[in-house]
């Protein structure tokens, strides 16, 4: 059974939750101006070719959703440094301690996750649908239609990548208001490195690598087992290095 303090702290928390959702309801109307211009920039493809045979010219478009991928990701690692920003100026209306906080803003940030995976990964099927009425009469590849079963894979997929990149742009945002100097450090140490890297190897390994680490993995399951774990221990270092700041002191 749970202490009575475990069940105060989970309903504060779910308040808090319930109250963040409604304060910062247009953070999801500005996912929807960046998937909209993502969703512009991707009309023209990633590129094409063409050529002709006994007297029939072809040109091939490649349409791809990445770029809405890349832009909602964006987002949503933009909104864990927001609510750690701005989160806690909503909790100065609840008795609350800074454990609650944290466990709401992790909600508030995981529920954005699989409205942004699902936005995303429809977004880029609506993309083929507009290319494909707009040019009447177009060959498509067999891989321009979605398969429902990938369809899920792909919501699946940028869920998690989404609530990934937002726990960890939380914990940065939480160390830039412990620490304003990181507001520089942070920046210049991730583009310092990856300027040093570039220089000595001719490619950022490091963020090659951190990126394949997540990207090539094939399996569903132990995807989110990676994404579970490393989400963990960032959220993890969130509660052991900022569970005793006062949360009034972003009022």
């Known amino acids: 059974m749970m202490s009575l303090t475990e069940t105060s702290i989970l309903a504060v928390a779910k308040t808090q939750y319930h ?15 960046v998937q909209l211009l993502a969703f512009l920039f991707s009309l023209n493809g990633v590129g ?21 991928i890349i832009f909602t990701l964006i987002w949503a690692f933009s909104i864990g440094i927001s609510m750690a920003n ?14 609650s906080s944290h466990l709401s803003s992790l909600a508030f940030l995981l529920t954005a996750a699989v409205i942004a995976g699902v936005t995303a990964t429809l977004c880029g ?20 239609w979605i398969a429902p079963p990938a369809l899920l894979s792909g919501i699946f997929a940028a869920t998690l ?8 742009g939380y914990l940065i945002g939480m160390l830039t208001q412990q620490h304003p100097a990181f507001v520089v450090l ?30 090539t993995e094939g399996s569903h399951a ?13 959220f993890g270092c969130v509660i052991l290095f900022f569970n005793r700041m006062e949360v009034r002191k972003w009022h």
């Not at 963040?20 to 999801?28: D, M, R, S, V």
């Not at 701005?86 to 454990?99: A, C, H, I, P």
């Not at 990548?161 to 960890?168: E, K, N, P, V």
């Open 222 to 234: 132990l995807l989110a087992l990676k994404v579970v774990l490393v989400s963990s221990i960032v």
């Open 19 to 33: 109250y963040k959702t409604k304060a910062h309801a247009g953070l999801f109307y500005t996912l929807i101006a």
């Open 48 to 68: 094409s070719s063409g050529g002709s045979n006994q007297g029939i010219s072809y040109t091939i478009k490649y349409v791809t959703g990445d770029m809405i």
């Open 161 to 168: 990548y989404a609530a990934l990149l937002s726990i960890i």
């Open 86 to 99: 701005n989160g806690f100026k909503t909790d100065f209306t609840f008795v609350s301690n800074r454990l």
């Open 125 to 144: 099927l609506l993309l083929r649908v507009v290319m494909f009425l707009s040019h009447g009469g177009v060959d498509a590849g067999p891989a321009f």
């Open 186 to 215: 942070l920046p210049g140490l991730f583009f310092g490195t990856l300027f040093m890297e570039a220089r000595s190897t001719g490619q950022a390994r490091t963020l090659i690598s951190a990126i394949e680490f997540f990207s």
